[in-house]
């Protein structure tokens, strides 16, 4: 185990670095698919029919294989190539559904009663949303962009392979020439990481929660 | 005689073809009045509440507030300016009772001060006063409590008429009678219109100057409590009335 420690210790800035990369990897890409997620939730709540298929197909495209997905993307033009942009392309493919499902559901979950209330109040369609309906949906999209912060740091270790770098890098190379301690170097930095990210964002669910 | 504060013209409503609801409703509520609109389930008495403040809007027919067809009028313009109460109090549970009073001042652009002002005010009348309760959420009071919080939510622009949908029905007995009891006393000294939609009997007699009982989406009867009680006008007002009434 002290060797382990020691192995880590001495490549101590190489991983940090590649920490570094992989968490701002994660972050974008669960940034983009919470910046297009929680809008076309919100959106889909008025059209119930067109939600089923929107949902159904986010559904389907999270059932292809992270490692096919990546090696389809590649020969795309524009969206395609290798590197950070297609990586991220990719994640936000699998980060998408889980904010949508959840924004979708938190904002149908808000008491019908509270609502009748707010109309009958005066509220304009525009402050219902934005003073009740997202107030009180927040907690469950927040629980949503928690799953997806999680399985994004999971899935970005799969980038490497098409050189977008991150911990999958370590992972690879400890793979390739079947060293374990630095599959761990990889791993283990990757895991605390989603941890980490886990404990903050349930700390603001509970904060904000009504 | 007043423009009344309420006229139902004609009015009918149906939500599916031939499925009729309202159908030749017609009815006046005078300015600083309270009128209940008294039936069973299903007789169209919340549908009728609900045309007032344009939640909903009727096939054929008015409605009049204070002499203006409602449907000339914005509908959220109408409803910030209509007081509207409805049971289980639909209080905002994000937000504190001070900030749930203050709902309608904030959407009318009042600055802080004045609204925090008329929420004291008001929380004071319903008993709840805003130094102990200004703080607190929706569900840490009783449904008594936050019924009361309803009524001084509704009642916070000063609006001049007040829409009230089953508005204790959630209650246990005890705080029901309670709560009716303080109504009557709020209402003496508000001055407002109220139209008032409830399926009790002995509330409708208790709280209104005048009560209409509905049934098939006509009105059957309007008339003081007195002559409600008195001289049912046919036998399903007296059977209606003779079910509950003791």
Redesign the interface.
Same mark, same amino acid.
């Given at each position: 185990m002290t060797g382990l420690a020691s192995y880590f210790w001495e490549r101590r800035a190489e991983i940090a670095g590649l920490t570094g990369e992989h968490a701002l990897l994660a972050l974008v890409a669960t940034a983009l698919a919470a910046g297009i997620g929680i809008p076309a939730g919100v959106a889909l709540t008025r059209r119930p029919a067109l939600a089923r298929v929107v949902l159904g197909a986010a559904s389907i495209a999270q059932t292809v294989p992270s490692l096919a997905l990546l090696g389809l993307l590649i020969p795309l033009p524009v969206l395609g190539g290798i590197g950070k942009s297609t990586a991220i392309i990719a994640l936000v493919v699998y980060a998408l559904l889980p904010i949508l499902r959840n924004t979708y559901a938190g904002i149908r979950s808000v008491d019908p009663a509270v609502l009748e209330a707010a109309d009958g109040l005066g509220f304009s369609p525009g402050e219902r949303r934005r003073l009740v309906e997202l107030p009180l949906a927040l907690p469950v999209i927040l629980a949503g962009v928690r799953v997806a912060t999680v399985a994004t740091i999971g899935l970005a270790t799969v980038a490497a392979a098409i050189g977008a770098g991150g911990l999958g890098v370590l992972i690879y190379r400890g793979i390739a020439t079947v060293d374990n301690r630095l599959i761990l170097a990889g791993a283990v930095p990757a895991a605390l990481l989603a941890v980490g990210a886990d404990a903050l964002l349930g700390w603001m669910e509970r904060r904000w929660s009504a | 005689m007043s423009v009344p504060a309420v006229e139902f013209r004609d009015v009918s409503k149906s939500y599916a073809p031939g499925r009729s609801v309202l159908a030749g409703f017609s009815l006046r509520v005078e300015a600083g009045e309270t009128v209940a609109l008294l039936g069973p389930s299903g007789c169209g008495k919340t549908t009728a509440l609900k045309l007032v403040?344009r939640?909903l809007d009727p096939e054929s027919g008015e409605v009049l507030v204070f002499g203006r067809d409602v449907r000339s009028e914005d509908a959220?313009?109408? *409803? *910030?300016q209509t007081g509207?109460v409805?049971?289980?109090?639909?209080?905002?549970?994000?937000w504190t009772v001070r900030q749930n009073v203050e709902?309608?001042p904030r959407?009318l652009g009042w600055d802080a001060r004045r609204r925090r002002e008329r929420a004291a005010e008001l929380l004071t009348m319903v008993g709840l006063p805003e130094a102990e309760w200004g703080d607190r *959420?929706p569900r840490q009071l009783s449904g008594g409590q936050r019924q009361r919080v309803g009524v001084a *939510?509704?009642l916070a622009a000063d609006p001049p008429l007040l829409?009230m949908d089953e508005p204790f029905g959630a209650l246990d007995p005890i705080a029901r009678r309670a709560l009716q009891r303080e109504f009557l006393g709020w209402k003496k000294g508000l001055g407002k219109a109220v139209l008032l939609v409830t399926h009790d009997v002995r509330e409708a007699l208790l709280l209104s100057d005048r009560v209409a009982v509905i049934e098939g989406g006509r009105v059957r009867q309007v008339g003081t409590p007195e002559e409600i009680r008195r001289r049912p006008a046919d036998g399903f007002v007296r059977a209606f009335l003779g079910e509950d009434a003791s």
């Open positions: - | 403040n939640l959220i313009a109408l *409803r *910030r509207w409805i049971q289980e109090s639909g209080l905002f549970p994000h709902t309608v959407l *959420r *939510r509704a829409l």
